[in-house]
Protein backbone atom coordinates (compact mmCIF):
# COMPACT_ATOMS: atom_id res chain seq x y z
CA UNK A 1 0.00 0.00 0.00
CA UNK A 2 1.46 3.46 -1.23
CA UNK A 3 1.99 5.36 1.83
CA UNK A 4 -0.09 8.82 2.33
CA UNK A 5 1.36 12.16 2.30
CA UNK A 6 0.01 12.37 6.43
CA UNK A 7 2.35 9.59 7.63
CA UNK A 8 5.47 11.31 5.93
CA UNK A 9 7.22 13.72 9.28
CA UNK A 10 8.24 16.10 6.34
CA UNK A 11 5.28 17.02 4.52
CA UNK A 12 2.07 19.06 6.32
CA UNK A 13 -1.19 18.19 5.88
CA UNK A 14 -1.32 20.91 3.38
CA UNK A 15 1.78 19.41 1.06
CA UNK A 16 4.11 22.14 2.18
CA UNK A 17 7.18 21.42 4.60
CA UNK A 18 6.39 21.67 8.10
CA UNK A 19 8.02 24.85 10.36
CA UNK A 20 9.35 24.20 13.47
CA UNK A 21 7.08 24.53 16.40
CA UNK A 22 9.70 24.62 19.22
CA UNK A 23 13.03 25.80 19.75
CA UNK A 24 16.70 23.18 19.61
CA UNK A 25 18.08 21.62 21.85
CA UNK A 26 21.00 19.83 23.32
CA UNK A 27 22.01 18.05 26.46
CA UNK A 28 25.20 19.34 28.75
CA UNK A 29 27.47 21.92 27.23
CA UNK A 30 29.88 23.17 24.99
CA UNK A 31 33.44 23.23 26.73
CA UNK A 32 36.96 24.97 26.61
CA UNK A 33 38.75 21.84 28.68
CA UNK A 34 41.92 23.84 28.46
CA UNK A 35 40.39 26.88 30.41
CA UNK A 36 37.20 25.45 31.94
CA UNK A 37 34.94 27.62 29.87
CA UNK A 38 31.57 26.26 29.34
CA UNK A 39 28.71 27.64 27.18
CA UNK A 40 24.81 25.94 26.92
CA UNK A 41 24.71 27.98 24.06
CA UNK A 42 25.68 25.94 20.39
CA UNK A 43 29.03 26.60 20.05
CA UNK A 44 32.04 28.15 21.84
CA UNK A 45 34.58 30.23 20.17
CA UNK A 46 38.43 30.66 21.44
CA UNK A 47 40.03 33.76 20.16
CA UNK A 48 43.99 34.26 21.08
CA UNK A 49 45.77 37.57 19.95
CA UNK A 50 49.34 38.32 20.47
CA UNK A 51 51.29 41.68 21.21
CA UNK A 52 53.01 42.10 17.77
CA UNK A 53 55.65 44.26 16.50
CA UNK A 54 53.87 45.70 13.09
CA UNK A 55 55.41 47.23 10.06
CA UNK A 56 53.60 50.27 8.03
CA UNK A 57 54.80 51.11 4.40
CA UNK A 58 56.96 53.87 5.35
CA UNK A 59 59.11 51.67 7.12
CA UNK A 60 57.52 52.55 10.31
CA UNK A 61 56.34 50.23 13.91
CA UNK A 62 54.00 50.07 16.07
CA UNK A 63 53.08 47.46 19.03
CA UNK A 64 49.68 45.85 18.41
CA UNK A 65 47.31 42.97 19.32
CA UNK A 66 47.14 40.61 16.46
CA UNK A 67 45.00 37.11 16.30
CA UNK A 68 47.97 35.43 13.53
CA UNK A 69 51.96 35.88 13.75
CA UNK A 70 53.21 38.34 11.98
CA UNK A 71 56.44 37.96 10.05
CA UNK A 72 59.41 39.79 11.66
CA UNK A 73 61.55 38.49 9.68
CA UNK A 74 62.26 41.24 7.45
CA UNK A 75 62.22 43.78 10.54
CA UNK A 76 64.70 46.28 11.67
CA UNK A 77 66.80 45.04 14.55
CA UNK A 78 64.94 45.72 18.32
CA UNK A 79 61.32 44.62 16.66
CA UNK A 80 62.08 40.76 16.72
CA UNK A 81 58.25 39.15 17.26
CA UNK A 82 58.04 35.47 18.59
CA UNK A 83 57.78 33.01 15.86
CA UNK A 84 54.98 30.89 16.99
CA UNK A 85 52.01 30.98 18.78
CA UNK A 86 51.89 28.99 22.19
CA UNK A 87 48.07 29.16 21.92
CA UNK A 88 45.64 28.65 19.27
CA UNK A 89 42.36 29.87 18.57
CA UNK A 90 39.57 27.32 18.24
CA UNK A 91 35.91 26.75 17.57
CA UNK A 92 33.55 23.75 19.16
CA UNK A 93 30.10 23.28 17.51
CA UNK A 94 27.34 21.46 20.42
CA UNK A 95 26.20 17.65 18.97
CA UNK A 96 23.19 16.00 18.86
CA UNK A 97 20.86 19.22 18.67
CA UNK A 98 17.43 18.46 18.00
CA UNK A 99 14.66 20.82 16.87
CA UNK A 100 10.83 19.43 17.53
CA UNK A 101 12.64 15.68 18.52
CA UNK A 102 14.17 15.60 14.88
CA UNK A 103 18.37 16.39 14.59
CA UNK A 104 19.46 19.84 13.42
CA UNK A 105 22.09 19.58 10.95
CA UNK A 106 25.74 21.05 11.71
CA UNK A 107 25.17 23.55 8.71
CA UNK A 108 21.86 25.10 10.77
CA UNK A 109 24.13 26.45 12.83
CA UNK A 110 27.25 27.43 10.97
CA UNK A 111 25.07 29.34 8.34
CA UNK A 112 22.42 30.76 11.12
CA UNK A 113 24.40 31.18 14.72
CA UNK A 114 25.70 34.98 15.58
CA UNK A 115 28.75 34.84 17.31
CA UNK A 116 28.33 37.05 20.86
CA UNK A 117 30.91 38.09 23.39
CA UNK A 118 30.50 36.64 26.53
CA UNK A 119 32.59 36.98 29.96
CA UNK A 120 33.05 33.39 31.59
CA UNK A 121 33.81 33.25 35.15
CA UNK A 122 36.74 31.30 35.22
CA UNK A 123 35.51 29.30 38.40
CA UNK A 124 37.25 26.43 36.87
CA UNK A 125 40.71 27.69 35.67
CA UNK A 126 43.37 25.16 36.19
CA UNK A 127 45.73 26.41 39.07
CA UNK A 128 48.67 26.02 36.83
CA UNK A 129 47.09 28.29 33.94
CA UNK A 130 45.56 30.72 36.84
CA UNK A 131 49.45 31.28 37.52
CA UNK A 132 49.87 32.97 34.46
CA UNK A 133 46.83 34.25 32.86
CA UNK A 134 44.95 36.75 34.75
CA UNK A 135 41.10 38.52 34.62
CA UNK A 136 41.30 41.33 31.70
CA UNK A 137 37.95 42.72 30.24
CA UNK A 138 36.27 40.62 29.45
CA UNK A 139 38.81 37.68 28.68
CA UNK A 140 42.21 37.00 29.82
CA UNK A 141 45.63 37.94 29.65
CA UNK A 142 49.14 37.40 30.32
CA UNK A 143 50.57 40.91 30.76
CA UNK A 144 51.92 41.74 34.35
CA UNK A 145 50.66 45.30 34.06
CA UNK A 146 47.25 44.69 30.85
CA UNK A 147 48.06 49.20 30.58
CA UNK A 148 51.50 48.28 29.92
CA UNK A 149 51.36 44.99 27.18
CA UNK A 150 55.07 43.37 26.09
CA UNK A 151 55.98 41.98 23.10
CA UNK A 152 54.96 38.25 22.85
CA UNK A 153 52.57 38.66 26.40
CA UNK A 154 48.51 36.81 25.22
CA UNK A 155 45.08 37.69 25.19
CA UNK A 156 42.13 35.43 25.76
CA UNK A 157 38.39 35.88 25.27
CA UNK A 158 35.73 33.81 23.79
CA UNK A 159 32.53 34.27 22.10
CA UNK A 160 29.24 31.58 22.44
CA UNK A 161 27.14 30.62 19.50
CA UNK A 162 23.52 31.81 19.72
CA UNK A 163 20.45 31.39 16.88
CA UNK A 164 18.03 33.46 16.09
CA UNK A 165 14.20 32.04 15.37
CA UNK A 166 14.95 29.31 12.83
CA UNK A 167 11.01 29.33 11.11
CA UNK A 168 11.33 29.78 7.51
CA UNK A 169 14.64 28.99 7.78
CA UNK A 170 14.59 25.13 8.01
CA UNK A 171 12.89 22.29 6.70
CA UNK A 172 12.82 18.54 7.51
CA UNK A 173 13.98 16.56 5.02
CA UNK A 174 14.60 13.06 5.41
CA UNK A 175 13.96 13.14 9.08
CA UNK A 176 16.55 16.09 9.60
CA UNK A 177 15.58 19.78 9.89
CA UNK A 178 18.31 21.62 7.09
CA UNK A 179 18.73 24.90 5.58
CA UNK A 180 15.67 25.36 3.19
CA UNK A 181 16.69 25.88 -0.08
CA UNK A 182 16.15 29.56 -0.45
CA UNK A 183 18.45 30.27 2.92
CA UNK A 184 21.02 28.08 1.76
CA UNK A 185 21.21 29.99 -1.44
CA UNK A 186 21.40 33.15 0.47
CA UNK A 187 23.89 32.28 2.93
CA UNK A 188 26.13 31.11 -0.37
CA UNK A 189 25.45 34.42 -1.98
CA UNK A 190 26.41 36.40 0.85
CA UNK A 191 29.48 34.95 2.24
CA UNK A 192 32.23 32.04 2.07
CA UNK A 193 31.67 28.96 3.82
CA UNK A 194 33.81 28.68 7.00
CA UNK A 195 37.10 26.89 6.46
CA UNK A 196 37.05 23.34 7.92
CA UNK A 197 40.50 23.39 9.13
CA UNK A 198 38.81 26.33 11.15
CA UNK A 199 36.19 24.37 12.57
CA UNK A 200 36.64 22.05 15.62
CA UNK A 201 33.88 19.78 16.33
CA UNK A 202 33.57 18.67 20.10
CA UNK A 203 31.81 15.76 21.40
CA UNK A 204 31.21 14.82 24.90
CA UNK A 205 30.47 11.85 23.87
CA UNK A 206 33.81 10.72 21.88
CA UNK A 207 36.13 13.33 23.94
CA UNK A 208 36.37 11.28 27.02
CA UNK A 209 38.34 12.18 30.06
CA UNK A 210 40.68 15.00 29.46
CA UNK A 211 44.35 13.49 30.01
CA UNK A 212 46.93 14.44 32.66
CA UNK A 213 49.60 14.22 30.29
CA UNK A 214 47.41 16.80 27.61
CA UNK A 215 47.32 19.26 30.65
CA UNK A 216 50.80 19.13 31.42
CA UNK A 217 51.90 19.88 27.49
CA UNK A 218 49.57 22.55 27.40
CA UNK A 219 50.94 24.22 31.31
CA UNK A 220 54.40 23.82 29.65
CA UNK A 221 54.47 25.49 26.27
CA UNK A 222 52.42 28.35 27.62
CA UNK A 223 54.81 28.89 30.90
CA UNK A 224 58.16 28.02 29.44
CA UNK A 225 57.33 30.97 26.77
CA UNK A 226 55.84 33.40 28.82
CA UNK A 227 58.19 32.96 31.84
CA UNK A 228 61.42 33.12 29.08
CA UNK A 229 59.93 36.25 27.64
CA UNK A 230 59.14 38.45 31.47
CA UNK A 231 62.79 37.36 32.15
CA UNK A 232 64.46 39.26 29.44
CA UNK A 233 62.02 41.74 30.49
CA UNK A 234 63.98 42.26 33.56
Not at 99 to 104: A, E, S, T, V, W
Not at 131 to 146: C, K, M, V, Y
Request: proline fraction near 9%; charged fraction near 25%; avoid cysteine.
Amino acid sequence: MATSALARDDVSPTGAPPQPQGEPSFSGFVEDRDFGVRTSQFGLDRRVEMFQWQRDGDDRYEQVWKPALVDASGFAPGHDNPLSFPLESRRWWATDVTLDGKPLDLAVLKALGQWQDFRPGFTRLPANLAATFQPEGDGLGSSINPLDPKIGDLRIYWRELHLPPLAGHVELRDGRWQLSARTEKAVLNARPLPSVAQDVQVSERNLGPWTLGAALVLVAVVGVSLFGRRRRRR
